[in-house]
């Protein structure tokens, strides 16, 4: 289990960190195979902000880890990240490296049977718990 109690998962000899992760590379591998998309990486990392040192103190570089960088059919690439929960330095990264890259990186989960945007999922299930509350 991990730090989120996510149940890891093996395919292919590779551990994914949790079931849902494990999923979406099954369905990367048959998107592949089917033509809608070129090819993919596992965990490409971007780097947010180089090493440097300062008054004799040396800091590391921060680096944001994706799950997947999908290579599409149109030439354009999607960098993809599988989430559970977003927790505030994966908010934190998120924001510096769409501010670096200019390109977003895109959030899944897996909800209400299907794949979908992790901000639109989170939208759903606040206007559910709106709903549920002017019901009492």
């Known amino acids: 289990m991990s730090k989120?109690?996510?149940?890891?998962?093996?395919?292919?000899?590779?551990?994914?960190?949790?079931?849902?992760?494990?999923?979406?590379?099954?369905?990367?591998?048959?998107?592949?195979?089917?033509?809608?998309?070129?090819?993919?990486?596992?965990?490409?990392v971007f780097e947010l902000q180089r090493k440097f040192e300062m008054n004799d103190k040396k800091y590391q570089a921060i680096n944001y880890k994706a799950d997947f960088r999908v290579y599409l059919n149109n030439g354009l690439i999607d960098v993809i990240d599988i989430k559970g929960m977003a927790t505030p330095e994966a908010k934190l990264k998120r924001k510096m490296y769409n501010y670096k890259y200019l390109v977003p990186v895109k959030w899944i989960v897996w909800y209400q049977s299907q794949w979908m945007d992790y901000d639109k999922a989170l939208k759903i299930k606040r206007e559910r718990k709106k709903a549920r509350l002017l019901k009492l």
């Open 4 to 44: 989120y109690k996510a149940k890891t998962k093996v395919i292919d000899c590779i551990k994914f960190d949790s079931i849902i992760e494990a999923d979406y590379y099954e369905r990367l591998k048959k998107d592949v195979a089917d033509g809608k998309i070129l090819n993919f990486d596992l965990q490409p």
